[in-house]
């Protein structure tokens, strides 16, 4: 029997124009017997389930340790960048009080530069 491609797959026939069905039913016993070696294969071995089941449990556990690494990270930015938010505005009042102190005081009463009220 030759071997004839049909639609993308292999099949056997003497024909290229026999259909596939015709095969299996004129073969029942090959196909029985496939189907009976396929059901009395071994199963794969626990080991293999085993190495599955311990390399999803890692990798549950590296996202688990990246998302807490993450988390740690944005905790210990969050202090810096209010230090920072801090420093700029203590620069600027800083610069404002320097400001405020080489003008002269609108008003005689009242010593305290940064007090004074702009009309």
Do not use: F
Not at 75 to 92: C, S
């Amino acid at each position: 029997m030759a071997m004839v491609r049909d639609q993308g797959g292999l099949r056997q026939g003497s024909r290229p124009g026999l259909p596939r069905n015709r095969l299996n039913r004129k073969h029942t016993g090959l196909k029985d017997l496939c189907y009976a070696l396929v059901k009395a294969r071994v199963p794969l071995p626990e080991v293999a389930c085993e190495a599955a089941w311990a390399r999803a449990a890692k990798q549950q556990d590296l996202a688990r340790v990246r998302a807490e690494r993450d988390d740690l990270r944005n905790q210990t930015q969050l202090p810096a960048r209010i230090v920072q938010v801090l420093e700029i505005g203590k620069g600027r009042l800083k610069e404002k009080t320097r400001t405020l102190e080489g003008q002269p005081a609108d008003r005689a009463g009242d010593p305290d530069p940064t007090r004074r009220c702009r009309s």
